[in-house]
């Protein structure tokens, strides 16, 4: 099994910054795609912005320039760096993963529980 741990959330004012980490951790061959998806009270999942094994990376088109996605596949761990917050960044943000159990398996999706970020004076 592939389990996700994200950390790093919590509060910060409007304009301040917070770095998140997901920590691939358990049993499985490999990683793959890795991404951050966010959800705000009352709205849907989001895509946040995405990452894969070779660095390559995709961002929503309104996080672009505010939001960096990087990984260390050496520790299976992926980061988010988020600047210049806004209360309307407030959200649950999760972690995703594509991962491969064995050798020739299915590559399978996997996503963490979640932690807070809330922007607020």
């Known amino acids: 099994q592939v389990q996700l741990v994200e950390s790093g959330g919590g509060l910060v004012q409007p304009g301040g910054s917070l770095r998140l980490s997901c920590a691939a951790s358990g049993s499985f061959y490999n990683v793959y795609a890795m991404g951050w998806y966010r959800q705000a009270p009352g709205k849907q999942r989001e895509l946040v912005a995405t990452?894969?094994?070779?660095?390559?990376?995709n961002y929503a088109d309104s996080l672009k320039g505010r939001f960096t996605i990087s990984r260390d596949n050496a520790k299976n761990t992926m980061y988010l760096q988020m600047n210049s917050l806004k209360p309307e960044d407030t959200a649950v943000y999760y972690c995703?993963?594509?991962?491969?159990?064995?050798?020739?398996?299915?590559?399978?999706?996997?996503w963490g529980q979640g932690t807070q970020v809330t922007v607020s004076s």
């Open positions: 990452i894969t094994s070779s660095g390559s990376a």
């Open positions: 995703n993963a594509n991962a491969r159990r064995y050798s020739g398996s299915r590559i399978l999706d996997y």
